[in-house]
């Protein structure tokens, strides 16, 4: 199944690209989805760790399967600043 991934902050710098596709097995879950960018995208490999996912606009965890309806999916890198 096909995914279009939306990259925030440091993984969009990365990759110079704000969105990829990556395609996965059904049912895949987040942790799944972490493993397959790093393999696909190397140069994401050392900030996926610190990442949360955001699926539909919430965040979730490695244990949470992508499905069919699944619209959005985001990697969304930690914050600082004040």
Request: hydrophobic content about 40%.
């Amino acid at each position: 199944m096909k995914h279009e991934i939306l990259l925030l902050g440091v993984t969009r710098e990365l990759l110079s690209t704000d969105r990829i596709a990556i395609e996965l097995p059904e049912e895949a879950t987040v942790a799944e989805l972490r493993t397959m960018l790093a393999t696909s995208h190397p140069e994401l490999e050392s900030v996926l760790p610190t990442c949360a996912v955001a699926i539909d606009h919430r965040y979730r965890d490695d244990a949470t399967p992508l499905s069919r309806t699944t619209h959005e999916i985001a990697i969304v890198p930690p914050v600082s600043g004040g």
